[in-house]
């Protein structure tokens, strides 16, 4: 029958509608992909999250590292941190990062990596070639001919026609397999104040020492042998890790074929066993329909539920957050209580639920993060960790302006204009 139809059209037609199949076609295979990569959550729990840590881990398909010791470094402190570890590295640095710029940060770092591999230190570098494609050709240059391993992940070539929208975009740093970084901070000199000018960005990270070094030693090697086909191996990489502290960290970073990668199942089941209150600190706030369901139902159970994003005035992606004022109004109906902050770019990606249990990493709360990219999340068990986060939450709401939803229900109609073309573009990403 279809052999008939073709035949009964011109050869032009014909390559049309052969054309126009296709793509339909594709269009489901994408559909197909995305619907089975976001489906809807559903969790009955009573109890504290404190008893739930080997739950959190399995249904994240990861792994509980118990006595380690996590340091909080905020702002340019932690750079301070990382070069420091890097300087005094005795057999292996292994950096990954999704944005790097050109500048004075990125100029140091490179001072740092080329000085350790003339050392005879091994060093690695890989960078997301979308978000690196500012570096600069001075700087790959300078890490190649010292001998440093310089990777750009999916870079723009018809042989990753498919996975090009697929970034990297964890940021860590692995020092002889013993230490570990990880948190938001990107190589862009913004990134090296103190979050208090319009021109700064606000971050978070943490410098972990114990048994969790493997685990992220781990996801640094997961892009690096799908880029490069290399496995390390022996001590200079995964050394025996012994006790050193008392915090629990698991980590969420797995991206399973076919079902929802871990870093999206840990946030929202979180949310929903969350018992007395929740604190989000995050840049790219666009929770979809179920998360939004999620966070209003924490509300209405009692749960003291706090969200802070960067104004559009202060964010570096002006666009991205007018597509999240889209649905603040629900949040706020469901009581949801919401900040803007307005110094500069906050950009820390943190979660703490009931003062017991706290997220850190590179994940936005969005789609993007949730499905497509590849990201870390540490949950960190440790009530001295999430108090100190909880505490920087209170600190920054005083440059905060809380939205309130009577006033928001009647922001401007160019406002809301721009909230829902900006929010229909980025649907369509």
Known sequence: MSDGFLATLSWPSALAFVFALLI????????????????????????????????????????????????????????????????????????????????????????????????GVPVRVLVDADGGKKMGEAASRRLREAGCRLEMHHPRHVRNIGVFNDRDHRKLVVVDGKVALVGGHCIVDGWLGEGRECDNVRDLGVRLRGPIVHAVQAAFSENWVEDTGELFVGDAVFPPLNRMGDVAVHVASIKPEGSPPAVKI????????ARQRIRIQNP??????????????????????????????????????????????????????????????????????????????????????????????????????????????????????????????????????????????????
């Open 24 to 119: 339909v076609v594709q269009g489901l295979v994408i559909w197909s992909i995305r619907r089975h990569r976001d489906p809807r959550l559903v969790i009955d729990c009573e109890a504290p999250i404190t008893e739930l840590l080997p739950s959190l881990s399995g249904l994240t398909q990861g792994t509980i590292y118990e006595g380690n010791v996590v340091e909080l470094l905020e702002n340019g402190a932690f750079f301070d941190a990382m070069f420091e570890e890097i300087r005094a590295a005795a057999c292996s640095v292994h950096f990954e990062t999704f944005l790097w710029k050109d500048g004075v940060l990125g100029t140091h770092l490179v001072d740092a990596l080329v000085e350790r591999r003339r050392a």
């Open 266 to 273: 840990l946030h929202h089941l979180v949310v929903c066993i």
């Open 284 to 429: 790219y706030f666009l929770p979809d329909s179920e998360a939004i369901d999620a966070l209003c139902k924490a509300a209405k159970r009692g749960v003291d539920v706090r969200v802070m994003v960067p104004s559009a005035e202060a964010s570096d992606m002006p666009m991205v957050q007018h597509a999240a004022h889209r649905n603040f109004h629900l949040l706020l109906a469901g009581g949801v209580r919401i900040f803007e902050y307005q110094k500069c770019l906050l950009h820390q990606k943190v979660m703490t639920v009931d003062g017991a249990w706290c997220a850190i990493g590179s994940s936005n709360f969005d789609d993007r993060s949730f499905e497509t990219n590849d990201e870390i999340t540490l949950g960190l068990r440790d009530d001295a960790l999430a108090a100190q986060l909880d505490a920087i939450f209170e600190r920054d709401t005083r440059d905060c302006i809380e939205l309130q939803a009577d006033a928001w229900a009647h922001r401007g109609l160019w406002h809301r204009c721009k909230d829902n073309v900006f929010y229909a573009f980025n649907e369509l990403l």
